[in-house]
């Protein structure tokens, strides 16, 4: 049932209550049984233990896994055969591996129970007593104890906590901004509304989770707890999956197919090894196979990027804390890097690109047009003429005067010196106009300046009449003091003040006509401000309809949600940067489009404005037709927010989606980065969002958009140096496997290039070291000036395919061949093999200066980044450690080498990545 298209009593008879006793505590205890309490359900989530075995499913840790399984029955079977060296050394092979897969899962399950918590902070929104008539009389219920069909009591102040149906109200007033994104508080009705009303413009409903500002009202609950409006919204985001960041469905479809690589791998070295030995001797036995394991185990660690879970995840940390300095928290690691790749911001206007803060900028008196400057609640700015100069007081005292007379408004600072709004915020904006003049209602009530003023009797504004009227006694004169609606009120005015006279109003009508058009062009709403001298007995016995008669013209105040200072710059920014912006908001189409043309989102006036009915009768194909060229969506519902960013993400963009409200989150949710004002959003919104403004600067996303840029490009620097050191790995042991038939001195034909610890250290300490300050690196020159990346192209894209085979396989080569001059030099296994190791190690330290540029390593200082210097000297003495301690030597299977020899390898090492990176600055390329 529409509750808001059916009359009052219709409602009530429908819920089987009465408007005169309400519910009996009985039958209320019923409903509590059969509706469930007034709360939002949260969803199940998943037990621990399953979280953390679910960290462990990645493709790339199912490989490690393998290798694990392989190396542990490899053990055994040396054991059972009294070969206990090389069992132990099979053992020593998995616990390295396990330790490996345990700090990938660790990481997945911390991250995994870091997760949104956005249905927790709905469910524990605070729930105080209401005001609820049962069994005829009104007592305090906890709002958890609301049912439908109780009668409740709100005024101003309350909170309301569940959607009702208003019978009765008197000057009601609600802030519905957090819901529906209308700035403006809400007047509420007691009539039947059409059933096509949108949800924004229901005044005769009231909807859990706003608040009453003005007056009082009587409703009956309609619904209560997930059946509510913020309830749907709670469904929305239950049901909202959350999004996978590009940088994880890169790195998903590239450990999907290094998987496949590996697997291949593995299975061409133990199929080659065995058909090897089979054509030499004609058998094969489970001690060939056993030999053949440490061979395979080493490929299955060399084709696995190890490292890459981790060194991604403190590469990610490290963005964040840098981008905590720009006053940005991110709460999803992945999420740091995908603001790089945003093509899309879709943006609530109301409190994120508008202070939510009714703000009178303009005003027209005395026949002048005058500008206020200040923005906001502060009560601070100067009040100028059409020439920019400091106004004279005389032609505007008496309208600032009766402005602030007719007002029971105020703002004050708080502890913080930050000025908080109290009353209607059309009556605060006026407040505060005045005030910037140092006028103040209490100041001109306390009888100073041998004036006497008193407030006799105030008539509230009503929607019908849609004026407010307030009686002043001044010395021994009587006034009715009237605002409202420029055009009610100037059907009953008669006169104008005009330089101290009151002439007739008929000489300025045309006038103010066309200042009431062109404050509208800008945005502005309007407020006539009249008064009129009466009667004693008319001042204290006056009906409204008798006081609102024959007024004189004060003026005209232009009140407007102004827009955050600093948000045109950060949106031409980011329009430098290839990002669009796109206002999505609940307020009117006007007053949107004006805002958007302001803050340069849109360019003209004929810019198409959608509004939320159209998308009603959409299908999501014609909005699909739309969404790529609109810049402007008004009257929308949280519904219509979702299907936004959803049509925009089925043309393949990365969408971030801002705001502060109660209505933005599910659409946070659904976006692929949710951005939510840390000081004036909801609790709800920034759970929901994955990065918080701390100054609620739109400012502070285009920082955040540059920072993902640099982190990108800083991830992508690591995944370079990473995965060429993995090629020239796989690449040395393949080459062992095939081209070393016979024994080469000590070296026999199934003694690999490398052991399988060996290449854990390089993966774990003397690659990922420097990696994880490639972290740090700033960023590249002209970064955004560039457009934002393809998320559908493979991180391996763009020539780096080619780079990374390339490097790789001059390195590998380079490798194979420092184990073959040792072999051939009589040199012993461990000696072979730690030649071929330290040629690896050196050569990937040599690299990593190249990897860190998108061009070569030319183009960067290479001393610019002193983590990246201090892991590479680490890195490289303590490679050197290893194979000077007795301890790895066991271990590792590495042994010392002669100074001279530590010297050449070093040195050669260099010589792949200066050709290679000299010949590309050659070519320009």
Known sequence: MSWYSNDANSVISKLNTDRASGLSNAEASKRIDSYGPNEITQKKSKPAWLMFLESFKEPLIVILLVAITIAILSSIYEFNSGNSEHGVASLYEAAAIFIIVLINGGLTFHQTR????????????RQPHLNVLRDGTWTSVAADELVPGDIVSVKSGDFIEGDMRFFKTSELQVDESQLTGESDAITKTTDSLPEDTDLADRTNMGFSGSMVVN???IGVIVATGMDTELGKIADLMDDEDTQKTPIEKSVADLSKKLMLIAGGVIVFTVGFELTKQFMNVGTITVSDIAGISSTAI????????DAMPVVLSIVLTIGAKLLAKSKGLIKSLSSVETLGATTYIASDKTGTLTKNEMTVTRFYSNRKKFNVEGNGYTPFGDILDDKCEVADEKDYRRFFEIAALNNEAEVKPDENQNWRPFGNPTDVSLVVMAKK???TRDHLLEKEENRDID?????????TRKMMTVVIKEDDQYYSLTKGAPDVVAVRTTGALVNGEQVSYSQIADEVDQTILEFANDALRTIAITHRKVTEEQAYHGTAEELEQDLCFLGIAGIIDPPREEVKDAISKLTGASVNVVMITGDHAATAKAIAKRLGIIKSDSAEAI???????????????????????????PEHKQRIVKQLQRHRQVVGMTGDGINDAPALKAANIGIAMGINGTEVTKDAADLILLDDKFTTIEASVESGRTIFGNILNFMRHELTTNVAEVLSLLLGVVLINTTIGEVTAVTPTLTALMVLWVNMVSDSMPSFALGYDEAEANMMKEAPRDTSQSILANGMLGRVLLRGSVMGGLVFLGFIWAASSGYSVAESQTVAFLVLVFGQLWHVYDARSAHTLFDRNPFSNSRLTLAVGFAATSSVLVTLLPFFNEVMGTAPLSMPLYAGIIIISAVPTFV??????ALGK
Do not use: W
Request: no cysteine; proline share 3%.
């Open 455 to 463: 407030v006799l009797r105030v008539i509230p504004f009503d929607s």
């Open 114 to 125: 870091s997760a949104q918590k956005s249905l927790d902070a709905l469910r524990d929104m």
């Open 215 to 217: 007056g009082n009202g």
């Open 916 to 921: 290679l990176s000299g010949i590309k600055k």
């Open 437 to 439: 003049a140092g006028i």
């Open 298 to 305: 080493a490929i299955a660690v060399a084709s696995i990027p």
């Open 611 to 637: 509004v939320g009915s159209q998308i009603e009768e959409m299908t999501d194909d014609q909005l699909s037709e739309k969404v790529l060229d609109t810049r402007v969506y008004a009257r929308v519902s």
